[in-house]
């Protein structure tokens, strides 16, 4: 008897209940009454709104709200990229943060003398993902006018005019219930569309390149080794992470632009360790030689001088994750690994988006006043690599453009006196399986192959394997150019760095007579001769005389052919 | 016989039939009033041939009606266009909105009796769900967290549209029934489970 009147409650549950309440706030965690279905819900309570609203008496806030002000100061959300100017959570915000802030008891309405009673003793928001404290600085800001001006000024946010479905303003602003509806919660985190392939973050945020970048298309999947790269969500590919590869909406890890993760590599390489993308760069920067970006930290910032001030590296000077991708390119163009940074052209004037790879090596290692060294002391001193490389110059090597010697008959095929080259034909991890980039190598300068500069070494295709990439060994020493080539090199055991230096020769310093073939002596080893003249003078086609001391030999002058 | 007592309780719970309840007894029920001389419940709203009050709007309205200018609720979310109140509101508030004496019945002007503690509403409306606006289709599809009054039942036996509105308006007596308080405050059904909200807010 009993059971069959408990199988009919439950017909009548099942029929009016569950299908007239289906997607409503009633089934959400959001109905804080003793039918919830979270954890987090009041002993006795019947009523669902009664937590946020009542129909009488409420607070001055709209929609007829039944909760106090929390009155407390909030800390604001700031960084440098930000031009909105979020003010203290205000309209639908401040609703919410009267639980969520985590400072008023949840069971603390205006329309109950006392507060209303919950489970397990809680009283206010329990610490965890949704008690986002009085601390906002970790969290996407609200509460600022997001109007076109905004839109205009920071150049990758969609004009609120075209907000016309899901995601709505509040009296021009953006708060809390742009994202969110309190009362709907059929795409998780009650988010008003679901945010896989970042949906939802894509009708505000248009950031340019991005449906291209490998970070939107990318399918790849975490291997499930080290750090869960996507803790905070339920995707799991690239391509469906999207925005939150990097990115924390939530009690971010760190305050500036919502990171996942601090120090700012950490959100590159939480990925590009093996474990979720294709190449290893993590291995690469362990290696000795390196852009070392563990080094720095809290120095790189987006809004930074393109000529950068201060020395330090991060993935991001190099790469724009919003653009990134694997489009080919041939020199000196810039490929699709480095499409959308800034960079420093030929004439050392800031460009805003890199046409020319070598525009982007120009921000550190060309007019910056923390820019490094060089490793060789010579003759003429010059560490800037923009004034080096400039296609005026006595030589060079072809970074910019062609090169100014019509013979180098060691060039290997299909490289030409015509050919252009990249720093990174040199400057790259080492490997032949490794990655593009100088991101590390085991040899000095991060240079992709070996290259011995120490006088007396023995000549071997390994001591000078970086040259031998595209200057042929065997024409090199059959001495078909300089026709001494393998005296000095074979037998006298003078390495090519000794009498060449391989960025180029300056023409506010060097000049067509003295500096051509990248002549510039490394005066460690290169001594002045008698009378104290150290000088090669170019006589023309494979011709030219020295003037030096070196392994005590005197040249005063030597000449070849 | 259990059985037949349950079903029936059901029945009557789904169907919105209530159990014959009055308004005797209730907050509503002034008869033992020092103020009241006649002792009588209905007067105070209700005479059979009112004649005091200029222009009394119908049903046979026997009580001073408030003459105040109320400061209406506004949300950047509400659709609806929301009227200074009208109709059956206008009744309730003329003892409600507190400047209006209670006694001020049967054509007294200088009754001292004001309502107070939580059935004071003033004449502050905007901390009050809003009254005397137009709810029909039009407005729940604006709105888009409202069921369409004409084919949403309301639990008491027929649409919303034919028990809760007046007119195709959301009154006070959309929610209050002022002659039963068989559920409390007045309350046309029970708010459990916010039962009552849930009728029209589709949350």
Partial sequence: ?561 | MLRSILYFAVVLAFTGVVFGQSITGSAHDFSDSTWNSSGEICVICHAPHVQDYTNPPEPLWNHQVTTATFTLYSSSTLNATVSQPDGYSKLCLSCHDGTVAIDNFGGNTAGTEHVSGDALIGTDLSNDHPVSFTYDATLATADGGLFDPANTNSGLGGTIDEDMLFGGKLQCASCHNPHDDTVAKFLVKSNATSALCLTCHNK
Avoid at chain 1, 92 to 113: E, K, M, Q
Avoid at chain 1, 215 to 229: I, V
Avoid at chain 1, 396 to 414: D, F, K, M, R, T
Avoid at chain 1, 478 to 486: T, V
């Fill in chain 1, 1 to 561: 008897m009993k059971s069959k009147i408990h199988l009919f409650f439950l017909v009548i549950f099942f029929t009016y209940g569950i299908n007239f309440y289906s997607q409503t706030i009633v089934s959400t965690r959001h109905n804080l009454s003793v039918s919830g279905p979270g954890t987090i819900k009041a002993v006795s309570e019947t009523e669902i709104c009664i937590f946020c609203h009542t129909p009488h008496n409420s607070s001055p806030r709209s929609p007829l709200w039944n909760k106090p002000d929390p009155g407390v100061t909030y800390t604001l959300y700031s960084s440098s990229t930000i031009q909105g100017n979020p003010g203290q959570p205000d309209r639908s915000s401040i609703l919410c943060l009267s639980c969520h802030d985590g400072t008023i008891a949840l069971g603390n309405v205006l329309s109950r003398t006392n507060d209303i009673v919950f489970v397990s003793g809680i009283t206010t928001l329990p610490p965890g993902t949704t008690n986002l404290s009085t601390d906002l600085s970790d969290d996407h800001p609200v509460s600022f006018l997001y109007n076109s001006t905004l839109a205009s000024q920071d150049g990758e946010l969609a004009d609120p005019s075209t907000l016309t479905g899901p995601v709505k303003l509040e009296d021009g602003y953006l708060e809390c219930t742009a994202c969110h509806d309190p009362h709907l919660n059929v795409n998780g985190d009650f988010l008003v569309v679901t945010n896989q392939y970042s949906n939802l973050c894509l009708y505000c945020h248009q950031k340019n390149f991005w449906n291209n970048s490998a970070h939107k298309t990318s399918n790849a999947t975490w291997n499930g080794s080290g750090t869960n790269p996507w803790f905070h969500t339920n995707y799991t590919t690239v391509t469906e992470n999207a925005c939150e590869n990097c990115h924390n909406p939530h009690t971010a890890s760190s305050q500036f632009r919502l990171m996942n993760f601090t120090p700012e590599e950490n959100n590159c390489l939480v990925c590009h360790n093996g474990n979720v993308a294709n190449k290893n760069i993590q291995s690469e920067l362990n290696k000795p030689y390196s852009h070392n970006v563990a080094a720095y930290n809290g120095i790189h910032d987006p809004e930074e001088p393109n000529i950068v001030q201060i020395k330090h590296v991060e993935c991001a000077d190099c790469h724009n994750p919003h653009a990134v991708n694997d489009v080919t390119a041939n020199p000196p163009d810039a490929n699709g690994f480095i499409q959308g940074v800034k960079g420093v052209n030929a004439d050392g004037n800031p460009v805003s988006e890199i046409q020319y790879q070598y525009e982007l090596c120009y921000r550190c290692h060309a007019d910056s006043p923390d820019k490094p060294g060089s490793p060789t002391t010579r003759q003429i001193e010059q560490s800037n690599v923009r004034l080096e490389f400039d296609i005026g110059n006595p030589s060079y090597h072809p970074i910019e453009g062609q090169g100014a010697n019509p013979n180098v008959p060691s060039l290997i095929s299909p490289l030409s006196e015509s050919s252009v080259i990249y720093c990174t034909d040199c400057h790259a991890s080492n490997g032949s399986n490794a990655p593009a980039g100088p991101h590390g190598s085991i040899y000095p300068h991060i240079l992709k192959y070996n290259y011995e500069t120490a006088d007396y070494t023995q000549e071997s295709y390994l001591a000078y394997e970086l040259c031998y990439q595209c200057h042929d060994r065997n024409s090199i020493l059959n001495n078909e150019s300089f026709s001494k080539h393998k005296k000095h090199i074979v037998n006298i055991r003078t390495p090519c760095n000794v009498c060449h230096d391989p960025h180029g020769i300056s023409s506010s310093q060097g000049n067509t007579t003295n500096n051509t073939h990248l002549i510039n002596f490394d005066i460690s080893i290169v001594q002045p001769a008698m009378m104290g003249r150290l000088e090669f003078i170019d006589d023309g086609t494979f011709a030219g005389r020295c003037y030096l001391r070196c392994h005590r030999r005197q040249h005063n002058p030597k000449r070849y052919p």
